[in-house]
C-alpha cells in the first residue's frame, strides 16, 4: 500500500518536470483534485488499525499542505519566467479578430418587432407550448372541425388538461390572441406576437420550426380600412417605399371576411416582367405574404370581448418568408437557413 512518503516523492519528481501553467494545473488536479492521490488515499484510511490510523492522517495532512505550498510557488516562478521571455514586436501588424453577427431570423424578427412598436403594437412572445384551447377552440376550430387539418399539429403525448385539451406544440401564432385579450381583459389591445411555431413539414420551402408574427388589434371601431393602412405601413417599412401591399379573399375560421396578403415583387415591382422577359423572382408580378382578416366576433367572445362594442383585425406571417423576400433571393432550400453554415450567414 503506497504510504504517504511514495505519494510525496512522487509528487516531488513530477514537480520538477513542471514546464508550463497547464501542466501546472494538470500536477494540482492530480494531487489534490477531488479524485486525486491525497484524497484517495484519506478515503483508505479507515483499513488502518485505530491506533495508527490518526498518526498517519495527520502526515497526510501534512502532505497535503506541502504540495499546495510547492504548487504556488511553482506557479509564481512561472509567471515571473513568462514575463521576462515576452517581449512584444510593436512593428508587426495587428491581429483582426473575426466577428460574429446575428443570425438573419434574429435580425428580422428585431425589424419587425420595431417596426410595429413605432405604430404601438407591444412586442410579446407567446408559448410555443400550447393548449389545444389556444390553438383551436378559441380560434372557432372546434374539436374534429376540418379546418384544423391546414394546421397539421405535434401534440404532445401526455394527460390532457380537463379544460384546455390536448398539449401541442403551436402550429401557429394566432394562439396568442385569446391569451393577450385573457391578460388585458379590456381593449385596446395591439400587439405584435413573435413566437417559434412547428408543423410536420421538411422540404426545400418547409422547416418543421419556424416563426410567424401576429398582428393583433382591437378597439372600438376598427375596420378593414385600418387594417390595409397597417398592412401598407408595414411593406413600406419592411421592403421599401417603392413595394406595394394587396389583398385577396382567402378563408380562415377566426376572421371574417379573411384576405390573403401579397406583396409586389422587388424586381419587377408587379409587373411580371423585367425588360420583356418574364420576372425570374415572381410569377405574376405578386409574392404571397400571409393571412389576415378582421377578427371573428366568436374569436372576441371567447376573450370576454363584447363584439357589438369592439371590433379588430388580426394577420399572422412567416419571420423566414418575408426576409427571403425583402432580400430579394430566391433561396433554393429554405432549410439552408438553419443549417448553421457560416458561409451562408456571413453574408447578412
Ligand atoms: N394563423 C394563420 C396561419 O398560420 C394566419 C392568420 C393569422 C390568418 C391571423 C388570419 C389572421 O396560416
Redesign the pocket.
Known amino acids: 500500500m503506497s504510504d504517504s512518503d511514495t505519494i510525496r516523492s512522487a509528487f516531488l519528481s513530477e514537480l520538477n518536470k513542471i514546464t508550463s501553467l497547464s501542466d501546472l494545473e494538470n500536477v494540482k488536479i492530480r494531487y489534490l483534485g477531488r479524485k486525486g492521490e491525497i484524497n484517495t488515499f484519506l478515503s483508505k484510511l479507515k483499513n488502518i488499525q485505530p491506533n495508527e490510523r490518526k498518526k498517519v492522517g495527520l502526515k497526510v495532512n501534512e502532505l497535503k499542505k506541502e504540495i499546495k505550498k510547492r504548487l504556488e510557488e511553482r506557479k509564481v516562478s512561472l509567471l515571473l519566467r513568462q514575463e521576462k521571455e515576452l517581449k512584444i514586436d510593436v512593428t508587426l501588424p495587428g491581429f483582426k479578430y473575426p466577428r460574429g453577427g446575428l443570425h438573419p431570423v434574429t435580425i428580422a424578427i428585431e425589424e419587425v418587432a420595431k417596426i410595429f412598436e413605432k405604430i404601438g403594437f407591444i412586442h410579446l412572445s407567446y408559448p410555443e407550448v400550447e393548449w389545444e384551447y389556444y390553438a383551436f377552440e378559441s380560434?372557432n376550430m372546434p374539436d374534429g372541425h376540418p379546418a384544423r387539418d391546414?394546421?397539421e399539429t405535434f401534440f404532445i403525448d401526455s394527460k390532457p388538461h380537463p379544460k384546455l385539451g390536448q398539449m401541442l406544440l403551436t402550429?401557429?401564432?394566432?394562439s396568442g390572441?385569446n391569451r393577450e385579450m385573457k391578460r388585458l381583459k379590456k381593449p385596446p389591445i395591439r400587439m405584435i406576437n413573435i413566437a417559434r411555431?412547428y408543423r410536420p413539414n421538411w422540404d426545400v420551402t418547409h422547416v418543421p420550426m419556424f416563426y410567424?408574427f401576429?398582428?393583433?388589434c382591437v378597439d372600438e371601431r376598427i375596420n378593414l380600412t385600418h387594417l390595409k393602412g397597417t398592412l401598407d405601413y408595414f411593406v413600406k417599412e419592411f421592403f421599401g417605399a417603392k413595394r406595394e401591399a394587396r389583398v385577396r379573399p382567402?378563408h380562415?375560421q377566426?376572421?371574417e371576411p379573411?384576405?390573403e396578403v401579397d406583396v409586389s415583387c422587388g424586381a419587377c415591382f408587379g409587373k411580371g416582367t423585367v425588360s420583356g422577359e418574364k420576372c425570374r423572382v415572381c410569377k405574376s408580378g405578386w409574392l404571397e405574404l400571409?393571412?389576415?382578416?378582421m377578427?371573428h366576433p366568436f374569436v372576441l367572445k371567447e376573450g370576454d370581448i363584447d363584439p357589438k362594442k369592439y371590433s379588430g383585425?388580426?394577420?399572422?406571417?412567416?419571420v423566414e418568408r418575408v426576409f427571403m423576400m425583402k432580400e430579394d433571393f430566391k433561396l433554393d432550400d429554405l432549410r439552408t437557413m438553419y443549417s448553421g453554415d457560416v458561409r451562408f450567414l456571413e453574408q447578412f
Not at 400571409?290 to 382578416?293: F, K, P, R, V, Y
Not at 383585425?313 to 412567416?318: I, L, P, S, V
Open positions: 380560434l391546414d394546421f402550429p401557429h401564432t394566432s390572441q411555431c410567424q401576429e398582428g393583433l382567402f380562415f377566426f376572421t379573411s384576405f400571409g393571412g389576415a382578416g377578427v383585425f388580426a394577420f399572422g406571417w412567416g
